[in-house]
């Protein structure tokens, strides 16, 4: 089966270890990615922010493309929460308002473009894997089983909420994921907020607000002994894993969870080597959680950085 | 006829156009009219606790009429797009789109530099003049640009997270361009227009 892939910024560098260990994962089950042809950012959470056109122009230029990619099957993927979340909802918006349509039109026309809504299936990821390919054809390949390591699924916002018509799982108390990992056979944590909010931006924007929701889902996380948690978003990965060192500065805790995505493990799993997983980018070290599992991750050399390419103010006393 | 023309032809009319004016600026059916004030929302919001007025208070107060008060709240600056508010609302109203529709209006007309969230505004902007210019994100120049603008003084507290990307190669040192970036560019250019015409 093939797909439109949108793979969103983050996926290219930030999150590269997401994609490679997506691309791994599927690979085994004939499932076939097709990323379309020059894709632009979807504006995340900030476009539409400041205009809403323009916003709407921007994702639907995205969605014109991917309706041109006749490998697509008018099917989109996007792996990114945020990404998922524009491309449905400019789908569902489009669909539903005429005059929204016409005016995008308009605007896509300049580019020589156009955009008829109504057709195009927009997926995340975690769809895709438990749905399409499904439990019982993933369970068939598991030949590492992530026997007692205790897992905490975390979905973030913006793949259960709002209902959208994309919508595949439920938006209080979500479960694909849950079942995903426990066919992987890992110990899986129920704890209360694995539907809350990662803060997205607001570590930007409010230091005290952004920490805070992070603190209160590690928090939540660690009393349930955790080994590792689970995501399916580049940004909820971004803020729980680079910022949990600013979280125990912050509120003087001792948090030391590692942030791994679901296709990792997923790959584990089916006993693909960490390397090809992109193991090991995570700032918090998911080695002592991996060795519980026999997992053993190679050392990355520590690339310092050169001075040539740090175009940054260098700090003798740094911390 | 943007925002602020309308604002002023409103500003003198009665109290409930200011209402009308957020859902003629919101996609879609927004339902905001039909709030029947219990108080879901906030109590479902994770920043409720630091924002000026909780969604159902500014609900309140937008129906009152209160349009400075509601574009200087910082409320939908601390929205952080979680969609409980909306997902749980009894009335289904779409809150977080009408709170996006509210940072436009707020910024369009001023009043978010006399809100607690002064700089949000600042960090969309950043965001997307390379969205605009490259077709893509920059996380490197979100960052320092951003910092330099608005927060000076944090600069040196993020080197250590900015070293820290690049240690794990997690960062790109330059932008990403799409091929078709002007293409992108004339698209956008018309959008903008017909969102003044809106």
Redesign the interface.
């Known amino acids: 089966m093939k797909y439109g892939y949108y793979p969103g ?1 983050s996926l ?5 270890s997401y994609h490679v260990s997506a691309m791994a994962a599927i690979k085994p089950f004939g499932v076939e990615f097709v990323e379309l042809d ?4 979807c ?12 916003s ?3 994702i639907a ?1 995205n969605l014109a493309i991917a309706a041109k990619t006749a490998d697509a099957n008018q099917q989109i993927v996007a792996p990114c929460s945020a990404c998922y979340l524009n491309l449905s909802k400019t789908e ?2 489009l669909t ?2 005429p005059s ?1 349509t016409e ?2 039109n ?8 156009s955009y008829k809504p109504g057709n195009m299936r927009v997926r995340h990821l975690l769809d895709i894997v438990v749905n399409d390919i499904g439990y019982d054809a993933i369970a068939s390949k598991v030949t590492k089983p992530l026997k007692g390591l205790r897992v905490a699924p975390y979905y973030g ?2 793949i259960v ?3 959208l018509p994309s919508q595949f799982d439920d ?2 108390y979500p479960v694909t994921l849950d079942k995903l990992m426990q066919v992987l056979g890992a110990t899986v944590i129920d704890y209360p907020m694995k539907a ?2 990662c ?4 570590t ?3 230091q ?2 952004g920490l805070e ?1 992070i603190r209160q889902l590690l928090q939540s996380a660690a009393d349930y002994e955790t080994d590792v948690i689970v995501t399916l978003c580049p940004m909820c990965q971004l803020n729980l894993d ?1 910022y949990q060192s ?1 979280v125990n500065k912050y509120f003087k805790t001792k948090f030391n969870i590692p942030i791994l995505y679901f296709t990792q493990l997923m790959g584990l799993a089916m006993g693909i080597e960490a390397r090809d997983l992109g193991i090991g ?3 918090i070290d998911a080695r002592p959680a991996l060795a519980k599992i026999g997992v053993e991750v190679p050392e990355t050399a ?4 050169s001075k040539e ?7 003798p006393e ?2 | 006829m943007t925002t602020t023309d309308m604002a002023l032809k409103t500003s003198t009319t009665t109290k409930t156009s200011f209402m009308e004016e957020v859902i003629a600026a919101t996609p879609g059916e927004s339902r905001l009219n039909y709030c029947i004030q219990c108080g879901t929302c906030g109590g479902s919001c994770p920043s409720g606790p630091d924002m000026d007025h909780t969604p159902r208070a500014l609900f309140a107060m937008i129906r009152a009429g209160m349009k400075t008060e509601v574009l200087k709240s910082n409320t939908p600056w601390y929205c952080v797009s979680c969609y409980y508010c909306t997902s749980r609302c009894p009335q289904e109203i779409h809150i977080t789109d009408i709170m996006y529709t509210l940072k436009r209006m707020a910024i369009d007309e001023g009043y978010f530099r006399e809100s607690t969230a002064a700089d949000a505004p600042g960090f969309s902007q950043t965001f997307i003049f390379y969205v605009e210019n490259f077709g893509r994100s920059f996380e490197m120049g979100l960052a320092t640009a951003y910092k330099l603008m608005h927060h000076p003084l944090d600069m040196f507290a993020v080197i250590p997270m900015g070293l820290g990307m690049m240690a794990k190669n997690r960062i790109d040192i330059i932008p990403k361009r799409i091929k078709a970036v002007d293409q992108l560019k004339s698209i956008l250019k018309k959008a903008k227009e017909l969102e003044a015409q809106l």
């Open positions: 910024c290219e560098k930030n999150a590269a020059d894709w632009n950012c504006g995340a959470t900030e476009y539409i922010s400041l205009n809403l056109m323009a709407y122009a921007l230029r569902k918006y539903e308002s929204l005016k995008v308009i605007a896509l026309k300049e580019g020589g473009l916002c913006m909420r709002p209902s938006p209080e809350h909010c803060g997205g931006h607001m930007q924007i409010s005290a607000t929701l680079a600013d980018k995570e700032f520590k690339k310092k950085p390419e740090l175009p940054m103010p260098k700090m740094e911390v």
